[in-house]
């Protein structure tokens, strides 16, 4: 079955250390999206892709960049770890595989991030 | 910001019962979408509605949409213990992204 897998699911860093979180997924959807959700915020677009090379940055991007070079992933990198993006992540794709409405998104487990 | 917010915050029941929840957004809709949460889990897509429907029904899901209002709510008939989650409105503005509000509680006792 398709999925939408995050790795890793928990991670402990120190401050100003680069972070990558990756997100991987075989809807072989075009769009991916990557979210934080922190606690009386909800769920935060840090940054979106519409296919192969495209990126574009969400409400929240300051410190945090992607690169897209294939269909199935979009790693999320933190250049220079902060403790204010300690939270939790969220990757989520869309498309037409497996949807019944075209912006319906999957979303993967989550990966929860410390930043000490 | 677009954000919608979700009314209540928490919201505890008992099984058997009916939970409404409601969501309201800023700006001009393309579409508004509901999601439910478990706890430590990624969300999970319920239902969708057009901006040109009134509403919709998915099984023990009913969703009405109020485009004057600018106003959703999601209702969820006959509660099980399983319903407990957190349940998030996510409005499309057109832009191919969503926009999501910062949810509700739902608590469903036996």
């Known amino acids: 079955d398709a999925e939408i897998t995050q790795s890793p699911r928990h991670k402990i860093t120190e401050t100003g250390r680069q972070v990558t979180l990756a997100c991987h997924q075989t809807?072989?959807?075009?769009?991916m999206f990557w979210y934080r959700q922190d606690l009386g915020h909800g769920l935060r677009l840090i940054h979106y892709?519409?296919?192969?090379?495209?990126?574009n940055k969400g409400e929240v991007s300051d410190g945090y960049s992607v690169s897209r070079s294939n269909t199935e992933d979009l790693p999320l990198t933190l250049e220079s770890a902060a403790s204010s993006q300690t939270s939790v992540y969220f990757c989520?794709?869309?498309?037409?595989?497996?949807?019944?409405?075209?912006?319906?998104?999957?979303f993967g487990p989550g990966t929860r991030l410390t930043v000490l | 910001s677009q954000q919608g917010e979700e009314d209540p915050q928490a919201l505890s029941i008992q099984e058997g019962e009916n939970a409404t929840m409601n969501c309201s957004y800023k700006?001009?809709?393309?579409?508004l979408q509901w999601y439910r949460q478990n706890s430590g889990r990624g969300l999970v897509h319920l239902i969708l509605?057009?901006?040109?429907?009134r509403e919709k029904h998915s099984g023990r899901l009913r969703v009405t949409l109020d485009t004057s209002k600018k106003s959703s709510s999601l209702l969820i008939t006959a509660s099980r213990a399983a319903d407990t989650a957190s349940y998030f409105c996510?409005?499309?503005?057109?832009?191919?992204?969503?926009?999501f509000g910062k949810g509700t509680m739902l608590l469903v006792s036996p």
């Open positions: 989520a794709s869309s498309g037409r595989a497996g949807a019944t409405f075209y912006n319906e998104q999957f």
């Open positions: 809807w072989n959807h075009n769009n």
């Open positions: 892709s519409y296919g192969v090379h495209d990126t």
């Open positions: 700006t001009s809709i393309n579409n």
């Open positions: 509605i057009r901006s040109n429907e």
């Open positions: 996510a409005t499309d503005h057109g832009y191919s992204t969503l926009t």
